[in-house]
């Protein structure tokens, strides 16, 4: 979706960009979770130069990421080049993915700063996961704009992205009926038909999955931490849900064909989607600022949320200047300015509150009004973001050897025998 900025420019900003068309891309953060407010017109989009006048082009610096398509590599890399700063950041034809990205940089021990990745992944980085990944105390001048996205002296939130639960209220979805659940779960005795995604992996189907088993945390459950209750719903879930095999790799377009009455989708590229909605349909969503056929299922819990953040690493041999100019990137990237424009660009919404005011001085869209229980306490003092760190990998082990997930009902797997299961093995890899 094409917004237009609004920010009187500041002095400091020198290099006008040409704002294109919005891009369809995979958070992972981008961490983004119907809009309500219109930012008001700018005839540009520009994002400010580091502060001084210092050149740190003579180091470049390595960065990995998930937020990392082709046009976002391309944008950064000029607008780096531009503010004094020379980088090094492959696109997602060569690293895919937040598990490809901190597995790429643990094993090539040359990064010098991450950023994307999600609450999962930064909860494993700061605390010591990676045995050749640490991160370098660091905090940014604008640490106290991003509010509760942080790990205080560690790393810094820069994009929000939610997932989100659509539905049509047309004659192709629920006829006006409004829908009201109390957990994310309760899509599968919502009497519509639903899609569901066709495979365990990816950042944004992990997150997917995250919502629907929020509701059966059980600490004590040999099953991961959730209850077997919880595995038997999200297995109706992909029994009873439509897959569109490979033709959908998201819950967008079944919807906006009408294939499916209830969908799932992240935020971060939703208006974009539906702005340009009548490409790839004859009854196409319509509305954004102002949904017409279309709404967000009203769900009592909220969503889970990720934050995609930014780090400095610890490089073996990199001296103290080499570390100044990847400091000075960092806070750079992170300003309000910079997050603003990297927001406008790719219809992304910066953890930055200041630069969220630039975008949207009228207002939060509403989809990032929503409850946030990624940050709920579960257990004890431990989010469930962290939660969800500390069991992932066995949720991930559950769900392939049970074999969930296929991709069309000839590839189904039989449904389990849920009382005589052995969740000790389950939970552990195939390999």
């Known amino acids: 979706m094409k917004k237009a900025l609004a920010l009187l420019l500041a002095l400091v900003m020198t290099l006008a960009l040409a704002s294109c068309g919005k891009k369809d891309g995979e958070i992972g953060i981008d961490p983004g979770p119907s809009n309500t407010t219109e930012p008001a017109a700018t005839p540009d989009n520009t994002p400010a130069e580091p502060a001084g006048d210092a050149d740190y082009s003579g180091y470049t610096i390595r960065i990995y990421s998930n937020s990392n398509s082709t046009e976002r590599t391309t944008w950064l890399i000029n607008e780096a080049k531009d503010a004094g700063f020379t980088i090094s950041i492959d696109d997602n034809s060569v690293i895919s993915g937040d598990t490809a990205a901190i597995q790429a940089a643990n094993e090539n021990k040359d990064g010098d700063l991450i950023f994307g990745l999600n ?5 494993q980085l700061v605390g010591g996961t990676y045995e050749n990944l640490k991160i370098v ?20 939130g820069l994009v929000i992205q939610n997932v989100l639960m659509l539905y049509r209220n047309d004659e192709l979805g629920t006829n006006g009926q409004e829908l009201h659940f109390d957990h994310w779960a309760d899509i599968v005795d919502c009497g519509y038909s639903w899609y569901r995604q066709n495979k365990v992996g990816g950042t944004t189907n992990a997150n997917i999955n995250s919502a629907m ?14 209850s077997v209750d919880g595995w038997k719903t999200l297995w109706k879930y992909c029994e009873e849900g439509k897959s569109g095999g490979e033709d959908y790799k998201y819950g967008f377009d079944p919807l906006n064909k009408g294939d499916v009455q209830v969908s799932t989708f ?19 969503l319509k509305g954004t600022m102002e949904p017409e056929n279309w709404a967000l299922v009203d769900i009592a ?7 995609e953040y930014i780090g400095i690493l610890d490089k073996a041999g990199r001296s103290e200047e080499e570390t100044a100019a990847v400091k000075a990137f960092a806070e750079w990237f ?21 630069a969220a005011d630039i975008l949207y001085p009228s207002g939060v869209p509403e989809i990032y009004t929503l409850k ?16 969800v760190a500390a069991h992932s990998s066995e949720w991930t082990n559950i769900m392939t050897n049970l074999g969930f997930y296929w991709a069309d009902a000839s590839g189904a797997a039989a449904e389990p025998d849920w009382d005589n299961l052995d969740w000790s093995t ?3 890899s195939a390999e």
């Open 137 to 156: 105390d660091w905090t940014p001048s604008w640490a106290g704009d991003v509010g509760e996205y942080a790990y205080p002296n560690k790393a810094y």
């Open 426 to 428: 389950l939970t552990q």
């Open 266 to 284: 992240y935020s971060s590229s939703l208006y974009g989607k539906i702005d340009a909605a009548g490409e790839g349909s004859d009854a196409p």
């Open 213 to 226: 088993l929020y509701a059966f945390v059980d600490p004590a459950s040999p099953a991961g931490g959730i």
């Open 334 to 354: 992170g300003s309000a300015d910079v997050q603003a424009a990297w927001g406008e660009e790719f219809d992304s919404y910066p953890c930055n509150t200041a």
């Open 301 to 307: 819990d909220g969503t889970y949320y990720i934050a």
């Open 372 to 387: 946030n229980f990624a940050l709920a306490k579960v257990d004890g003092d431990t989010t469930y973001a962290e939660y």
């Open 119 to 123: 609450e999962t992944r930064w909860s």
